[in-house]
């Protein structure tokens, strides 16, 4: 039953506020309890499976294979604990940040349902499933970007809508190709029964379906340039819902079925993958030296950061996944903590473009204390969480002899740090070109507090797992270690079954 | 009948790429109806067609043999059903998007992209 509340939670509650429809008020308190809740739950879950390592449930007692089955891995289950964190932050920050306009028309539900189709894709167990919850997911982010109607929007809205359907058209056919390969749409089950198919070629060439198809929803090179056209575009705190989950169910998919699944032919497949991994850092971090937009710099450091995460699946040993997972982790806090300080910078100068603004270390040197924070993890200082993330990858890419990558990779994070630098110089450290327009942040002190403490409770996490590293790293230690021993998850889905 | 639907399966996929590469937004959205269409026969092949033995188990309990596999029936239905949602919203952006933007030209539509 604990499996399956991170999905109805959020359920129950978006079906809530829909009854309260243009009653703002009662939308923000139901929505900061639903994120309460869906936190507590997400705590009880973690500490269940660190408990029992892997929980199953057979959704209408349908045994698996025949049923739709949800399963929790150390992986899923902390996928989970961090959409709920950001979930909570986003519920906070939306109090002090969101129009009115925007509350009325059904924000807090959407984002309710959102939360849900992205529970439902870390937890199912399914791969049909999944593409059911990706569209679950994707139409309610297709809805909270469109909502507002500026001109902006609905143009990346149309490159994010187009692009993500070809995604879905995509996995739909791999998936149906998957069932006439194994003839089973478990997940479990098809690891099992995949190899049995005897057919090599033909599971290769499905596992490049899945790899564009998952590729794209991830924004990995080439297939990314939907989102440096749509994730500047939203409000602040829609976008940093955006950065911080959305490609990562991309890139959870991907480790999920390139551990899972795909394993058979690992020679061509995470050679490819790491060959992706490269361009994509090296193309989105240059993507972002030619930027001058607070918020674009940061979407296409979003791309360059999934480089390095599917670098911990391209290198494919126990170091490099557990380091993928850490980078996650690491990266799903930090890039939504930018977003959110990149909201509060708009909300004081009413801009995103850097050479307008200017001064704010002067006038608010709290702000740009807690944009260093996250800035200088991504880039990778000491002792801050990115630090240890890269130290992980570069330390595992170091063992299998894959310099190349490793080269990528440190050459990349010296201009993540210029790319921050770019962004220090220009909005916090010089002059203002017009005085004037700087103004003291508007709203009340409760108003400033919503604002600020998400911010401040993600730059406090960052700092907890830069200082506090050990326990992060044995757990991401022991979920690589549960992804790279597929049986112990088979058994658990499946029973002794044989 | 495999035969034709695999042709058919091809041509779908193709004039739905090449609509979706056009400029119109019109094409764009009938090429992803295209490809939705063109995963759902392909499911539908896939699923191994059998011929006049329905799924359903004799009086009995016991299996007829051949047997039909339901289940692709069942995936194409969930997918017809999504996929006819997010077609809608799609035509309902687009004309959203026409309406602002004053446009049906997707080479206009440069302005998240420039510099």
Request: charged fraction near 10%.
């Amino acid at each position: 039953m604990l499996l399956a509340l991170p999905i109805i939670s959020p359920l129950f509650f978006g079906i809530l506020m829909i009854l309260f429809w243009k009653n703002f008020r009662a939308n923000r308190i139901i929505n900061l309890i639903a994120s309460i809740v869906s936190l507590t739950i997400a705590i009880i879950l973690i500490a269940e499976v660190i408990d029992v390592r892997i929980l199953t449930l057979h959704m209408g007692n349908w045994q698996a294979p025949f049923g739709i089955t949800l399963v929790a891995d150390l992986f899923s289950a902390v996928m989970v604990l961090i959409s709920a964190v950001i979930g909570f932050t986003t519920a906070i920050y939306s109090l002090a940040t969101m129009d009115e306009d925007r509350e009325k028309f059904g924000f807090y539900p959407l984002l309710q349902i959102l939360l849900m189709g992205i529970n439902g894709a870390f937890l199912t167990g399914d791969i049909f499933n999944l593409y059911v919850w990706f569209e679950v997911m994707l139409i309610s982010s297709f809805v909270l970007l469109s909502l507002g109607g500026k001109r902006d929007q609905l143009e990346g809205a149309i490159k994010y809508v187009t692009l993500n359907l070809l995604s879905s058209a995509l996995f739909l056919a791999g998936v149906g190709i998957l069932y006439g390969l194994a003839g089973t749409l478990n997940m479990a089950d098809l690891a099992r029964k995949l190899p049995l198919s005897n057919q090599p070629e033909m599971t290769t060439v499905v596992s490049m379906l899945f790899l564009v198809a998952f590729g794209i929803k991830s924004a990995v090179f080439p297939l990314y340039f939907w989102l440096p056209a749509s994730y500047h575009t939203p409000p602040a705190a829609v976008s940093a819902i955006f950065a911080g989950l959305l490609t990562k169910v991309g890139v959870y998919a991907l480790i999920r079925v390139f551990t899972l699944i795909f394993t058979t032919d690992s020679e061509l497949t995470h050679t490819v993958i790491l060959v992706i991994a490269g361009f994509t850092m090296v193309t989105g971090v240059l993507g972002a030296a030619s930027q001058m937009d607070f918020r674009r710099i940061l979407s296409f450091h979003i791309i360059s950061q999934i480089g390095y995460m599917i670098m911990g699946l391209g290198l494919f040993s126990p170091l490099a996944i557990a380091g993928g997972i850490f980078y996650i982790i690491h990266h799903i806090i930090v890039k939504t903590n930018l977003f959110l300080v990149s909201g509060v910078v708009n909300k004081i100068s009413g801009t995103y473009d850097l050479k307008k603004l200017g001064s704010l270390y002067k006038l608010y040197p709290l702000l740009g204390l807690l944009f260093l924070v996250p800035a200088l993890s991504l880039a990778g200082i000491p002792p801050l969480s990115g630090f240890w993330a890269k130290f992980i990858l570069i330390k595992a890419g170091l063992e299998l002899g894959e310099f190349a990558i490793v080269a990528v990779s440190l050459f990349v994070g010296l201009l993540t740090l210029y790319s921050m630098t770019k962004i220090w110089n220009e909005a916090f450290w010089k002059d203002a070109v017009d005085e004037q327009d700087i103004i003291s942040i508007p709203g009340t002190l409760s108003q400033k507090i919503l604002l600020f403490l998400p911010i401040v409770f993600l730059g406090l996490i960052t700092i907890t797992i830069g200082f506090y590293v050990e326990p992060f790293w044995n757990f991401a230690n022991d979920a690589a270690n549960q992804l790279l021993n597929p049986e112990f998850y088979i058994k658990a889905v499946l029973g002794n079954v044989r | 009948m495999e035969f034709i639907l695999i042709i058919l399966i091809g041509v779908l996929y193709t004039a739905g790429l090449y609509m979706i590469m056009r400029r119109s937004f019109v094409k764009v959205i009938i090429g992803l109806i295209f490809l939705g269409h063109a995963a759902n026969l392909l499911i539908f092949t896939v699923g191994r067609i059998t011929q006049g033995s329905p799924a359903f188990i004799n009086a009995d309990g016991s299996i007829p043999s051949p047997v039909a596999d339901p289940l692709p029936q069942a995936l194409i239905l969930t997918a017809i059903v999504i996929g006819f949602g997010v077609q809608a919203f799609a035509i309902v952006l687009f004309k959203r998007a026409y309406q602002t933007v004053g446009t049906d030209d997707l080479d206009e539509m440069k302005k998240t992209d420039e510099l």
